[in-house]
């Protein structure tokens, strides 16, 4: 199963994400969290994904995205969220800073967080084929 951390301030905007994947995508896990400060000890490199809105009070979702790497989490399992345009978020986070950089709010950015969704759904069902073992006399 895929471990998914989504920390946003916008608990509205976290209910709908946390919705739409479990309704998509049953094979992903989503821990949700509005506080980044409370949010910090749940953050490891076993994640498969962390979401994290860039803008919220108390901690930002750059210093997030820094403490997250020094934790061991690869920066390519990191997705900043943000309310932002396009080229602010793009020279803020330059390619290679993390995974992806995302409008929450434009329906296109959409498409993307669903490939990746897809793509972590298919690599856990993937894995846990892998690790079924079949019985004698049973077939594989």
Same mark, same amino acid.
């Given at each position: 199963?895929? %471990?998914?951390?989504?920390? *946003?301030?916008?608990? =509205?905007?976290?209910?709908?994400? !946390?919705? &739409?994947? =479990?309704? %998509? &995508? @049953?094979?992903? %896990?989503?821990?949700? #969290?509005?506080?980044?400060?409370? #949010?910090?000890?749940?953050?490891?490199?076993?994640?498969?994904?962390? +979401?994290?809105?860039? !803008?919220?009070?108390?901690?930002?979702?750059?210093?997030?995205?820094? &403490? =997250?790497?020094?934790?061991?989490?690869?920066?390519?399992?990191?997705?900043?969220?943000? /309310?932002?345009?396009?080229?602010?978020? %793009? !020279?803020?986070? @330059?390619?290679?800073? #993390?995974? =992806?950089?995302?409008?929450? &709010? !434009? /329906?296109?950015?959409?498409?993307?967080?669903?490939?990746?969704?897809?793509? +972590?759904?298919?690599?856990? $069902?993937?894995? *846990?084929?892998? #690790?079924?073992?079949? $019985? @004698?006399?049973?077939? @594989?």
């Amino acid at each position: 199963m895929g %471990h998914i951390l989504l920390i *946003d301030d916008d608990a =509205a905007f976290l209910k709908l994400l !946390e919705g &739409y994947v =479990a309704e %998509h &995508y @049953p094979a992903l %896990h989503v821990v949700t #969290c509005n506080d980044p400060l409370q #949010c910090l000890a749940a953050i490891s490199d076993d994640l498969d994904l962390l +979401l994290v809105d860039l !803008e919220m009070p108390g901690l930002d979702g750059s210093k997030v995205l820094s &403490y =997250a790497v020094s934790r061991g989490l690869n920066k390519n399992r990191i997705i900043i969220l943000s /309310g932002r345009d396009a080229d602010y978020l %793009h !020279e803020r986070f @330059p390619m290679g800073s #993390c995974l =992806a950089v995302l409008n929450k &709010y !434009e /329906g296109q950015q959409k498409a993307v967080l669903d490939m990746i969704f897809k793509s +972590l759904q298919q690599k856990g $069902r993937s894995s *846990d084929n892998a #690790c079924q073992t079949s $019985r @004698p006399g049973s077939k @594989p």
